[in-house]
């Protein structure tokens, strides 16, 4: 059964730092790996999704990387901003094709201090 | 990439009551998914909605708790029934496009 966590569970820091966040996951069999936002009373934001055969992804200020071996992944943010506040989740796809089943970490809540 | 609105968006029931959120995507899609979020826990998948065809229920889920409906390619609904306050959580849809998966805003509910 695959277990995704997440560390640390919650995280603060001034404006403007380079963070990174942790996710773990016990199956290595996945199809993709996606980083997910979510503010306070509102859905999931997706923020990238990684492929199993990729090592990472960008979008603007996020980089994110995938260890399938290792079972690892990052969400890197530069220059954090108090707009960045928020939980941030992610989830894994396991690698039959038939299967769209995510399983999710319970987050990382990040608080970005003027 | 497709807009995703759930109704209602919050709700507050009594116990023994049944609550059907609406989920309407702005395109077609052919797999719909439901989600819940209970307090302080990760997202679980419910089941699996796809158009003409009955839902696939995750374990711990069944039909007669999670009556799901699909009638067409753009909406589904999801109804808690006989509610308790275990049953309080947020409830999401989702869909996939291009291999990225979407999440409407989510429908939170409060069952006392």
């Known amino acids: 059964k695959q277990e995704v966590t997440q560390i640390p569970a919650a995280l603060s820091v001034p404006e403007g730092e380079n963070l990174v966040l942790n996710c773990s996951f016990t199956?290595?069999?996945?199809?993709?790996l996606q980083w997910f936002r979510q503010d306070p009373g509102k859905g999931l934001t997706s923020l990238l999704l990684?492929?199993?055969?990729?090592r990472e992804q960008t979008s603007g200020r996020l980089n994110a990387s995938l260890d399938k071996s290792s079972g690892r992944s990052t969400l890197y943010i530069a220059a954090s901003q108090p707009g960045d506040s928020a939980t941030y989740l992610c989830?894994?796809?396991?690698?039959?094709?038939?299967?769209?089943?995510?399983?999710f970490g319970k987050g990382t809540l990040l608080t970005v201090n003027p | 990439s497709a807009v995703i609105s759930q109704k209602p968006s919050r709700d507050i029931c009594q116990r023994g009551t049944s609550l059907t959120i609406q989920c309407q995507v702005d395109?077609?899609?052919?797999?719909m998914f439901w989600y819940r979020q209970q307090p302080g826990q990760s997202l679980t998948l419910i089941a699996t909605a796809n158009q003409g065809s009955e839902a696939t229920y995750e374990s711990g889920f069944v039909i007669d708790k999670f009556p799901i409906s699909r009638p067409n390619l753009t909406f589904s609904t999801l109804t808690v029934s006989n509610m308790s306050p275990e049953d309080s959580s947020i409830y999401l849809c989702s869909f996939i496009n291009q291999e990225t998966q979407y999440f409407g805003p989510g429908t939170r509910l409060l069952v006392l």
């Open positions: 199956d290595s069999a996945i199809y993709n």
């Open positions: 989830a894994v796809r396991p690698r039959a094709s038939s299967n769209y089943k995510l399983t």
């Open positions: 395109s077609q899609v052919t797999m």
């Open positions: 990684i492929q199993s055969s990729q």
